[in-house]
């Protein structure tokens, strides 16, 4: 299966999962994609909740809001000191270079977008898409620690394959169509949180009858080794009730399971810290 034939099969599964990640301002998206590093995004919605009920989801206000009043508004996202001043720097970038705007980053064109966002603290290249697609409507390959699993899996690349392969295959199935990026990486989320886990839910799959696995054909990751009693049993309860776990309406349900800290360019969602030190507890990609 090639990432163009994935897309069509999710497209298939899911629907158009246009609504994937609602927000009230393309702002509030990029907070949202900053806020979500290394925490579950019910914790990033509380976070989120927080800054809206402070009045600190526009540009203007989060730019001039003080560190403190920020990082108590998001605690419950956790590692709130640093990201409150990621939150802060981000609006006051919005705020002096996109006159209170970020859809003015769409007057660039992508790589220079994916440069500026990139060069900003705590923005790694997963979260720099993540804004693309979801904030600006833009047509990037969000690159994501579900993308690495699922890609290899289905046979659209070979096993263990460089991010760069990944984003090379997926950004030839988007093909410069920004809704096709949103389903593509909506999609693989959804398949990797209701079906192919680091221990597949192979009885409940959408794309069973494409999977190289289920085909009888070698694919990557741990899940090639026969299922065990336990994952097998597991498998069969979750069966029946896999497709009624959609994620969550609120700010589009973003994916359960911690997610590391972006730490400017070497990090974003889902990337490994490149920091010596990681700040507060060990954590790891979803």
């Not at 994935?6 to 994937?20: S, V």
């Not at 966002?117 to 979260?127: S, W, Y």
């Not at 080794?225 to 896999?242: I, L, Q």
């Not at 009624?244 to 911690?258: D, F, T």
Request: hydrophobic letters at 45%.
């Amino acid at each position: 299966m090639t990432a163009a034939e994935l897309l069509r099969a999710l497209r298939q599964a899911f629907g158009d999962l246009g609504t994937w990640w609602p927000a009230e301002s393309p702002f509030e998206v990029a907070v949202g994609a900053l806020l979500v590093q290394a925490v579950t995004w019910r914790q990033a919605a509380q976070a989120v909740k927080a800054l809206a009920v402070r009045g600190l989801l526009q540009p203007h206000a989060l730019a001039a809001a003080r560190h403190e009043d920020v990082a108590s508004a998001i605690r419950p996202a956790l590692f709130h000191q640093q990201k409150a001043r990621y939150l802060i720097r981000f609006a006051q970038f919005t705020e002096r270079d996109l006159a209170g705007d970020l859809r003015s980053l769409c007057r660039y064109p992508l790589a220079e977008q994916e440069s500026m966002l990139l060069a900003l603290p705590g923005v790694g290249r997963e979260t720099a898409a993540a804004i693309m697609v979801y904030a600006l409507g833009e047509a990037a390959a969000v690159v994501d620690a579900y993308a690495m699993r699922i890609l290899p899996r289905v046979g659209a690349l070979a096993p263990r394959p460089p991010r760069s392969a990944a984003g090379a295959a997926m950004a030839g199935a988007i093909a410069g169509r920004p809704e096709r990026a949103r389903l593509l990486h909506a999609g693989i989320v959804e398949l990797g949180r209701l079906h192919c886990r680091p221990e597949p839910l192979c009885a409940s799959c959408p794309l069973e009858a494409f999977c190289p696995k289920l085909l009888g054909y070698p694919v990557d990751g741990r899940s090639d080794r026969p299922a065990s009693d336990a994952g097998r049993a597991a498998a069969g309860r979750e069966a029946g009730n896999a497709r009624g776990g959609r994620l969550a309406a609120a700010q589009g349900g973003r994916r359960e399971g911690s997610r590391p800290v972006g730490q400017g360019r070497g990090g974003g969602l889902g990337q490994p810290q490149r920091q010596g030190k990681r700040p507060g507890r060990g954590h790891r990609g979803a």
